[in-house]
């Protein structure tokens, strides 16, 4: 193992970062792991194909195979008794390790996550992105890109998640076929166990945002398509009103527009529902963003993410299958 020793040890944790290559964004995430405050830690980094060496890093090539499959084989190339799994498009603040492993003095918690916060040297779109992520208009899965406090939950996403060994074996690994989503289903069979899961606001990473519109509206759809999928076959942890709100807001507005053609007053109401949906909107991007400049992209952005999500959930909760 290559272990970095500065401060007194506390147990040995694993970062496991699964990426396609080597490139700035790994290189920048393996220079910030470096920096850790923390006593002792291996790194196991996952491309797709062989590259060159880094120092006082396991490179572990694993073919390409989706980050659940790379994350497993991260784990099986570690002994340490905990494995903190970041990725690599993300880097840890110095003292994330140090702030994590103090919440494993309770036995009962399996594993620990926090916010992936937007760096502030991301580009304007990349930024404007994160703020559509932060506000109040997505939900409770706002708190998973900005600070706030210490809450039990019950599906920690996968870019900022340590967990005990013990853990991952009684889980069975993480799941290898879905992509995104492989977070929700491990988190799921930990909490089956009968452990908990803690999010906590001092546990930071820092996460490069994909830029509005188009790559943040891909993802959006992803992710709506896989949690509409698990809505219906894994309802646990899944099956929650807030995954389903902006898919009840696609359908009432394609009603309201149909009624409105046999009922006249029904158009009267709808617009009273959609100027008060977008003033919500308005507000939800005014308390995020901090330049007056990015308001405009950040209040469509939120318009065409609930859009997007809710007819990709849709269409995932129809579906029989997803496919990688």
């Given at each position: ?246 898919s009840l807001l696609v359908l009432f507005l394609l009603a309201g ?19 008060t949906y977008l003033v919500l909107c308005l507000i939800a991007a ?39």
């Amino acid at each position: 193992m290559n272990l970095r020793v500065e401060m007194p040890p506390g147990p040995v944790v694993s970062i496991i970062i699964p990426c396609k290559e080597i490139d700035d964004y790994a290189r920048e995430c393996v220079k910030h792991c470096r920096q850790l405050d923390y006593g002792s830690y291996q790194i196991v980094l996952l491309p797709d194909y062989a590259q060159d060496k880094m120092d006082g890093v396991t490179v572990v090539p694993t073919g390409p195979v989706t980050p659940g499959a790379k994350r497993n084989i991260g784990i099986a190339n570690s002994s340490s008794e905990f494995c903190a799994f970041i990725d690599s498009d993300a880097y840890p603040r110095g003292d994330w390790l140090s702030k994590a492993v103090k919440y494993f003095e309770d036995p009962q918690i399996a594993a620990v996550g926090g916010p992936g916060l937007t760096p502030e040297k991301d580009g304007f779109m990349q930024r404007a992105s994160g703020y559509i992520l932060s506000s109040f208009m997505v939900g409770n899965i706002s708190g998973r890109y900005k600070t706030t406090r210490i809450s039990e939950s019950d599906d920690i996403h996968s870019c900022n998640f340590i967990v005990r060994r013990s853990a991952l074996k009684e889980a069975g690994g993480w799941n290898e076929r879905y992509w995104p989503g492989e977070d929700t289903l491990i988190c799921l069979s930990i909490k089956k166990s009968g452990k908990k899961l803690i999010e906590a606001s001092d546990v930071i990473v820092y996460h490069h945002r994909r830029p509005l519109f188009g790559p943040h509206l891909r993802q959006v759809s992803r992710f709506g398509e896989h949690r509409g999928f698990f809505a219906r076959m894994f309802p646990e942890n899944s099956f929650k009103l807030t995954y389903f709100v902006p898919s009840l807001l696609v359908l009432f507005l394609l009603a309201g527009v149909l009624a409105s053609f046999a009922y006249p007053f029904f158009g009267d109401i709808l617009l009273l529902a959609i100027a008060t949906y977008l003033v919500l909107c308005l507000i939800a991007a005014s308390l995020e963003v901090k330049e007056a400049k990015m308001l405009l992209s950040v209040w469509l952005g939120i318009l065409a993410t609930h859009i997007v999500y809710g007819l990709s959930f849709l269409a995932g909760f129809a579906k029989r299958d997803l496919r990688i």
